[in-house]
C-alpha cells in the first residue's frame, strides 16, 4: 500500500459515496420511503458495473493498479454498500415486518448476483 493508492481509493470512494447517496434520496424521492429501493438499487447496479468491469479488465483492458482499486474499492465499495442493506433488514424486522425483510434480502442477494453476472455477460457480446 501506498499513498498513490491511497489518493485514488479515496477520490474513488468519495465518488460512489455521492453517487449512493445521490440514487438513494432520488429513490426515496420517486417511490417513497418505506422499502429500501435505493439500496436494492445501488446494489444492483453496483453488481452489474463490477461485472462489466471485471470482464472488460479480463478481455482488453488492464487498467493500473490504482485505477482498478479507484474503481473496485473506492466507487464501487462506497457505492454499494452490505452495512447499510444489513441495517435496513433489522429496522424492517424491529418494525415486525418479517415478510418484507426476507423479500429483500432474496431480492438483493439474487438480483445483484444475476446483475454481475449480466454485466459480464453483456460485455463479453459487446467485445468479443
Known amino acids: 500500500m501506498n499513498l498513490s493508492m491511497i489518493v485514488f481509493v479515496a ?3 468519495a465518488l ?3 453517487g449512493r447517496y ?3 434520496s432520488l429513490a426515496g424521492a420517486l417511490i417513497g420511503h418505506g ?3 435505493g439500496t436494492v438499487i445501488v446494489n444492483i447496479v453496483g453488481s452489474f458495473v463490477l461485472g462489466a468491469v471485471i470482464e472488460t479488465s479480463a478481455l482488453m483492458w488492464s487498467p493500473s493498479p490504482e485505477i482498478r482499486a479507484m474503481i473496485v474499492v ?3 465499495g462506497a457505492f454499494t454498500t452490505f452495512s447499510t442493506f444489513s441495517l435496513d433488514v433489522v429496522t ?3 418494525r415486525g ?3 418484507h425483510a426476507m423479500l429483500y434480502v432474496i431480492v438483493s442477494v439474487v438480483a445483484s448476483i444475476a446483475a454481475l453476472w449480466g454485466g459480464m455477460a453483456l460485455t463479453r457480446v459487446l467485445i468479443t
Open 22 to 24: 445521490g440514487v438513494v
Open 92 to 94: 424492517l424486522v424491529t
Open 16 to 18: 460512489g459515496a455521492v
Open 11 to 13: 477520490a474513488g470512494g
Open 74 to 76: 473506492g466507487v464501487l
Open 97 to 99: 415486518e418479517n415478510v
Open 35 to 37: 422499502f429500501p429501493y
